[in-house]
């Protein structure tokens, strides 16, 4: 019985699994086409502030293929993300008691949009700005060029770092719903936060005071957005225990 159980499991887990990649390939053979677009959107905000004449340059010979492909996958890797995170939950739930129900799915939910959000934030925000403060700097007689593949990079490293920073909220509120921290214990080592999160911005991001500000004053904000949550959800536990 317990052979037949586990191999009903890995029988179940191998169809979310092929559901899940389906999903993806699907998605990425329908933006195939369109890759070298997804990638000038991609690079637009470095492109807008170029100096007049300028481009960007690809040194590796099959650069400008791979690259475009590279982007094109990340962004079917997002879009099917729902389907993604719906095979993992079909998978997992029949064994989850209905309180870890309530508590794991909100999670993973608010997990994804904020780490969208933080990529929406560093897209539309951060990357202009960091990238006029750049091309200012340019000493005269250098030409701002950058190859595609270090872009790529680039952007994607500030992607995972603003994606990550967002998630503060959600570990604030998962550290206080299994009673590792209290709200007073958060708010006391406030100060302790805000240092930490210029130490950390000036570890994940570039070497400007620009990119480490605009990453180290949200993650300041997220925490506090994630003491409140943490109130809240405690009060709310107390009217349902009364």
């Not at 650069?63 to 719906?86: D, E, G, Q, R, W």
């Not at 969208?116 to 701002?144: D, I």
């Amino acid at each position: 019985m317990i052979e037949q159980s586990l191999l009903a499991h890995l029988i179940e887990l191998r169809t979310r699994l092929v559901r899940a990649l389906v999903g993806f390939f699907l998605i990425f053979l329908g933006l195939f086409h369109w890759s070298g677009t997804i990638y000038h959107l991609l690079a637009r905000p470095l492109l807008q502030h170029l100096p007049a004449g300028s481009n960007m340059i690809a040194i590796e010979v099959t650069a400008p293929f791979f690259v475009p492909m590279k982007v094109t996958m990340l962004v079917a890797l997002l879009i099917s993300l729902p389907n993604t995170l719906y095979q993992i939950w079909a998978f997992v739930a029949p064994g989850l008691y209905s309180h870890e129900k309530r508590l794991i799915l909100p999670l993973v939910v608010s997990s994804v949009l904020l780490f969208c959000l933080g990529m929406a934030f560093a897209y539309f925000l951060v990357f202009p700005l960091v990238f006029t403060f750049m091309a200012a700097v340019t000493p005269s007689g250098v030409s701002m060029m950058t190859d595609i593949d270090k872009y790529l990079s680039f952007v994607l490293g500030m992607f995972v770092s603003f994606g990550a920073a967002f998630e503060v909220p959600v570990v604030v509120v998962l550290l206080v719903r299994i009673g590792i921290l209290t709200v007073a214990k958060l708010r006391a080592g406030r100060p302790y936060v805000i240092v930490g999160a210029f130490v950390v911005a000036a570890i994940v991001t570039p070497p400007d005071v620009l990119s480490q500000t605009m990453l180290a004053v949200p993650l300041w904000l997220l925490y506090e957005a994630g003491i409140l949550a943490a109130l809240f959800m405690q009060r709310q536990q107390a009217r349902s225990a009364s």
